[in-house]
């Protein structure tokens, strides 16, 4: 058995560790499609899901993934436990602790809480999303659809054009691309509106990247300029006020993803991804989100085996031989 | 407290008041240095001050310096002594080699009342301190920014300084009103310079690093506009009331140093502190990266386990390395007066939470030598520098208020022994303070404190 393996970040993890996890997911996939479409191999762990932050896709796709793993769940509910009277989370993951579980998956609105929970805890801690900072689930997710669709020769993701335009300032969405992205190879792109933006000229300056490219340009035509896939990031209503950006209409004639704008300057075969939820007429068409560029959906259904690959790797390593699919 | 008759025979002195250092045996008796004799005889002194105060390979490896003195310190009483209270922070700081300490207003109530300064320095036990408190008034009433604290009684009692520390003085004709009230009563006002509006919700300094790890921005113009703001004021009530004193403490950006810089040229009396976090340390830590700001960096980092301790979150917050450059030369340079500590003792539970959510301050009174001491080695400091700016220059904006930090035939014998060379590593086991929220627990230090005497007595031996 490993030492404790968290999932706390994407930051830092390199281009073979990333296949690594592909490649498990690969395998999870696998599981899936087969007769029983589960295994056993975590009968013996307890995984408690510990949501601070409503989530449809990421909660459900990690409570699918410990079935199929043959987990034991502990479904926690924040809204209705001592969280309500002050409890906090140190004290919230030790009682977790105490009560059996091996495995903590957080999903916080503050960023940070992934790695106060580890410390307080000596079993796993997944990170299902902290604030602005990270979401490394959904980047593993978005990263392996993207091979699937768009890779290169070598399978990862070099010299090909990625664009992702929107409301970057509070997206743990991008944060987490930019590292998995870039470590594929891929050159990506970021556009989105200047307060939404801000502070992003100064980090992309600020680091040196192996592989890969991050620029920032000011527009979303220039954003998709020979994109071979562009991600748009949900731009929330009360957002468009506080930053007086205009209306909703501004707003998608300037930064949606439309088709008009698509057929126009990205590569012909661009394909769209978007996190969800999304903001249909906003920052993406229906028509789009909806179309034959669309790999929404793909985004969704790839959330449980990439989950799965998550909760396999924190119990067994990275490096220990893959499940085994049933026959 | 024993009063033991010292000998203290060829260490490493340095005395900032007669500006000289250099290698003597000491004697103490009773509550007073009774005998310096330097081993070069008496010539020496004055003109290598500012270099030859850095011992050289050979020197002795124990050194004397006098007793530290902070202008800003938090002792949690009354109101917090879960967290501190005047009798652990004694401990904490003379094992920090310090023997006197300003105490900042922010108690529960806020220290603006005769009662509650008293409050804040009576030991619970009644026993006497090892250690001279010096109670900072609340510059307003209940810290509030809305009318004048009574500043003549505060004085009266005992008050050194007033400051609403945490709670910036935003109305500008308040500002100008308890400038001129502080002047009226003899005492600086000490301004923790910040735009909360802002400020808002910032939780580490705008920047690259608080960018990559997601967390909300606090812009460095917050406190540098605030600064010039202040000094604008100060200039107008100066005009009319010369004795006006202006005193900011904190500063941790270039551009409020630069401010600060520029004022001081022109004539006016506007005085700053750096604490020793500013000065050593950066943002790069909240990844997780232990590294003193002085020292190159390497920009391929990424987040360890050790990223977001809420021990780093501080107010105003660790800034870029190019930050802490400019404490260090506001240091030499003579713009900044004092390394203040801005030791800020905080329970486990206010710290062990979101790191958005956790209480601002790190306690450093007991690591503060040492880090500049670090700073030292690395040819960042002298000395010369950062003994002036532990002890005759807190001193001084204090005018009088305080023994004359000096080591003299006939001075109290208040003063720290340190091996320079020996290092520590500051873990709950070795620290006296009551909260050991500080970044520095398991980072190996230089200068270990082996004695603080206070007036003679015995404050810290280890």
Same mark, same amino acid.
């Given at each position: 058995?490993?030492?404790?393996?968290?999932?706390?970040?994407?930051?830092?993890?390199?281009?073979?560790?990333?296949?690594?996890?592909?490649?498990?997911?690969?395998?999870?996939?696998?599981?899936?499609?087969?007769?029983?479409?589960?295994?056993?191999?975590?009968?013996?762990?307890?995984?408690?899901?510990?949501?601070?932050?409503?989530?449809?896709?990421?909660?459900?796709?990690?409570?699918?993934?410990?079935?199929?793993?043959?987990?034991?769940?502990?479904?926690?509910?924040?809204?209705?436990?001592?969280?309500?009277?002050?409890?906090?989370?140190?004290?919230?993951?030790?009682?977790?602790?105490?009560?059996?579980?091996?495995? /903590?998956?957080?999903?916080?609105?503050?960023?940070?809480?992934?790695?106060?929970?580890?410390?307080?805890?000596?079993?796993?801690?997944?990170?299902?999303?902290?604030?602005?900072?990270?979401?490394?689930?959904?980047?593993?997710?978005?990263?392996?659809?993207?091979?699937?669709?768009?890779?290169?020769?070598?399978?990862?993701?070099?010299?090909?054009? /990625?664009?992702?335009?929107?409301?970057?300032?509070?997206?743990?969405?991008?944060?987490?691309?930019?590292?998995?992205?870039?470590?594929?190879?891929?050159?990506?792109?970021?556009?989105?509106?200047?307060?939404?933006?801000?502070?992003?000229?100064?980090?992309?300056?600020?680091?040196?990247?192996?592989?890969?490219? /991050?620029?920032?340009?000011?527009?979303?035509?220039?954003?998709?300029?020979?994109?071979?896939?562009?991600?748009?990031?949900?731009? =929330?209503?009360?957002?468009?006020?506080?930053?007086?950006?205009?209306?909703?209409?501004?707003?998608?004639?300037?930064?949606?993803?439309?088709?008009?704008?698509?057929?126009?300057?990205?590569?012909?075969?661009?394909?769209?991804?978007?996190?969800?939820?999304?903001?249909?007429?906003?920052?993406?068409?229906?028509?789009?989100?909806?179309?034959?560029?669309?790999?929404?959906?793909? =985004?969704?259904?790839?959330?449980?085996?990439?989950?799965?690959?998550?909760?396999?790797?924190?119990?067994?390593?990275?490096?220990?031989?893959?499940?085994?699919?049933?026959? | 407290?024993?009063?033991?008759?010292?000998?203290?025979?060829?260490?490493?002195?340095?005395?900032?008041?007669?500006?000289?250092?250099?290698?003597?045996?000491?004697? &103490?008796?009773?509550?007073?240095?009774?005998?310096?004799?330097?081993?070069?005889?008496?010539?020496?002194?004055?003109?290598?001050?500012?270099?030859?105060?850095?011992?050289?390979?050979?020197?002795?490896?124990?050194?004397?310096?006098?007793?530290?003195?902070?202008?800003?310190?938090?002792?949690?009483?009354?109101?917090?002594?879960?967290?501190?209270?005047?009798?652990?922070?004694?401990?904490?700081?003379?094992?920090?080699?310090?023997?006197?300490?300003?105490?900042?207003?922010?108690?529960?109530?806020?220290?603006?009342?005769?009662?509650?300064?008293?409050?804040?320095?009576?030991?619970?036990?009644?026993?006497?301190?090892?250690?001279?408190?010096?109670?900072?008034?609340?510059?307003?009433?209940?810290?509030?920014?809305?009318?004048?604290?009574?500043?003549?009684?505060?004085?009266?009692?005992?008050?050194?300084?007033?400051?609403?520390?945490?709670?910036?003085?935003?109305?500008?004709?308040?500002?100008?009103?308890? @400038?001129?009230?502080?002047?009226?009563?003899?005492?600086? @006002?000490?301004?923790?310079?910040?735009?909360?509006?802002?400020?808002?919700?910032?939780?580490?300094?705008?920047?690259?690093?608080?960018?990559?790890?997601? @967390?909300?921005?606090?812009?460095?113009?917050?406190?540098?506009?605030?600064?010039?703001?202040?000094?604008?004021?100060?200039?107008?009530?100066?005009?009319?009331?010369?004795?006006?004193?202006?005193?900011?403490?904190?500063?941790?950006?270039?551009?409020?140093?630069?401010?600060?810089?520029?004022?001081?040229?022109?004539?006016?009396?506007?005085?700053?502190?750096?604490?020793?976090?500013?000065?050593?340390?950066?943002?790069?830590?909240?990844?997780?990266?232990?590294?003193?700001?002085?020292?190159?960096?390497?920009?391929?980092?990424?987040?360890?386990?050790?990223?977001?301790?809420?021990?780093?979150?501080?107010?105003?917050?660790?800034?870029?390395?190019?930050?802490?450059?400019?404490?260090?030369?506001?240091?030499?340079?003579?713009?900044?007066?004092?390394?203040?500590?801005?030791?800020?003792?905080?329970?486990?539970?206010?710290?062990?939470?979101?790191?958005?959510?956790?209480?601002?301050?790190?306690?450093?009174?007991?690591?503060?030598?040492?880090?500049?001491?670090?700073?030292?080695?690395?040819?960042?400091?002298?000395?010369?520098?950062?003994?002036?700016?532990?002890?005759?220059?807190?001193?001084? @904006?204090?005018?009088?208020?305080?023994?004359?930090?000096?080591?003299?035939?006939?001075?109290?014998?208040?003063?720290?022994?340190?091996?320079?060379?020996?290092?520590? &590593?500051?873990?709950?086991?070795?620290?006296?303070?009551?909260?050991?929220?500080?970044?520095?627990?398991?980072?190996?230090?230089?200068?270990?404190?082996?004695?603080?005497?206070?007036?003679?007595?015995?404050?810290?031996?280890?």
């Amino acid at each position: 058995m490993a030492a404790t393996q968290h999932l706390l970040d994407v930051d830092g993890l390199s281009w073979p560790e990333l296949q690594r996890r592909l490649a498990v997911a690969e395998q999870m996939r696998a599981i899936r499609r087969s007769p029983a479409g589960r295994v056993s191999d975590l009968r013996d762990q307890s995984v408690a899901m510990l949501f601070y932050e409503a989530s449809t896709r990421t909660r459900l796709s990690f409570v699918e993934a410990a079935h199929a793993l043959g987990a034991h769940l502990i479904d926690f509910d924040v809204s209705s436990s001592s969280v309500g009277k002050g409890e906090s989370l140190a004290d919230t993951v030790r009682t977790l602790g105490a009560l059996g579980a091996t495995t /903590i998956v957080v999903r916080h609105d503050r960023a940070g809480a992934p790695w106060l929970a580890a410390q307080a805890f000596s079993g796993h801690v997944l990170n299902a999303g902290d604030g602005w900072h990270a979401h490394p689930t959904q980047a593993l997710l978005d990263l392996a659809v993207l091979v699937r669709h768009i890779a290169a020769s070598d399978g990862s993701l070099t010299g090909r054009r /990625i664009a992702i335009v929107g409301d970057l300032l509070h997206s743990r969405v991008v944060r987490s691309n930019l590292h998995t992205l870039t470590a594929a190879g891929a050159d990506v792109r970021l556009a989105g509106p200047a307060p939404l933006i801000a502070g992003f000229h100064d980090y992309v300056a600020s680091r040196t990247l192996t592989r890969g490219s /991050i620029r920032v340009v000011a527009t979303a035509d220039e954003a998709l300029e020979g994109a071979d896939a562009a991600m748009a990031l949900r731009i =929330q209503r009360e957002r468009l006020d506080g930053a007086s950006l205009g209306s909703t209409e501004t707003y998608r004639m300037e930064w949606g993803m439309t088709e008009e704008r698509l057929a126009r300057v990205a590569a012909p075969s661009c394909r769209v991804l978007h996190p969800g939820p999304m903001n249909e007429g906003v920052e993406i068409d229906p028509d789009v989100a909806q179309g034959p560029r669309s790999l929404v959906l793909e =985004q969704v259904a790839e959330g449980v085996p990439t989950r799965m690959a998550a909760l396999w790797i924190a119990a067994h390593g990275l490096d220990a031989p893959p499940p085994v699919v049933p026959v | 407290m024993t009063k033991a008759a010292h000998r203290f025979v060829d260490h490493w002195l340095v005395d900032p008041v007669a500006k000289r250092a250099g290698v003597a045996t000491l004697d &103490v008796e009773g509550s007073q240095i009774t005998a310096v004799t330097w081993r070069d005889g008496e010539a020496a002194a004055g003109a290598t001050w500012e270099a030859g105060a850095n011992p050289g390979a050979g020197d002795p490896v124990r050194m004397i310096l006098p007793a530290l003195i902070d202008l800003h310190a938090h002792a949690r009483q009354p109101g917090a002594s879960g967290s501190e209270d005047v009798e652990s922070f004694a401990r904490a700081a003379a094992h920090g080699g310090y023997g006197s300490a300003c105490l900042m207003p922010n108690t529960e109530p806020a220290a603006d009342s005769v009662e509650i300064l008293d409050a804040m320095v009576r030991p619970h036990s009644g026993a006497a301190l090892s250690m001279r408190l010096l109670p900072i008034a609340a510059a307003t009433v209940g810290r509030r920014g809305e009318q004048v604290a009574p500043l003549a009684a505060l004085v009266a009692a005992g008050a050194v300084a007033c400051s609403d520390d945490g709670a910036p003085i935003t109305d500008p004709r308040l500002f100008a009103e308890v @400038l001129a009230a502080a002047a009226t009563a003899g005492i600086p @006002l000490i301004e923790h310079s910040e735009d909360p509006v802002q400020s808002a919700d910032g939780e580490a300094a705008d920047g690259a690093v608080a960018l990559r790890l997601g @967390l909300r921005p606090w812009p460095a113009r917050a406190e540098h506009e605030a600064v010039a703001r202040n000094i604008t004021i100060l200039r107008e009530v100066a005009a009319r009331i010369p004795r006006a004193r202006l005193h900011l403490t904190h500063l941790s950006t270039a551009a409020s140093l630069q401010h600060v810089r520029v004022a001081q040229a022109s004539g006016l009396q506007v005085t700053c502190d750096v604490t020793p976090h500013h000065l050593a340390l950066s943002d790069a830590w909240l990844m997780g990266e232990q590294r003193w700001s002085w020292l190159p960096g390497d920009d391929a980092i990424s987040p360890s386990a050790a990223a977001f301790n809420t021990n780093l979150r501080v107010c105003p917050p660790l800034r870029a390395a190019v930050d802490g450059a400019a404490c260090r030369a506001a240091l030499r340079d003579g713009t900044a007066c004092a390394i203040a500590t801005d030791h800020a003792p905080h329970s486990r539970e206010r710290k062990e939470v979101e790191f958005g959510r956790a209480a601002n301050g790190i306690a450093g009174i007991e690591t503060s030598l040492s880090v500049a001491l670090a700073a030292q080695a690395a040819g960042e400091l002298s000395l010369a520098t950062l003994v002036a700016a532990l002890t005759t220059g807190p001193a001084a @904006l204090l005018e009088g208020k305080l023994p004359a930090p000096t080591l003299s035939a006939g001075a109290p014998a208040s003063l720290v022994v340190v091996d320079r060379l020996a290092t520590w &590593v500051p873990a709950r086991a070795n620290l006296l303070g009551r909260s050991i929220n500080t970044p520095l627990l398991g980072v190996a230090l230089p200068g270990v404190v082996r004695l603080t005497l206070h007036a003679g007595a015995t404050a810290y031996s280890g």
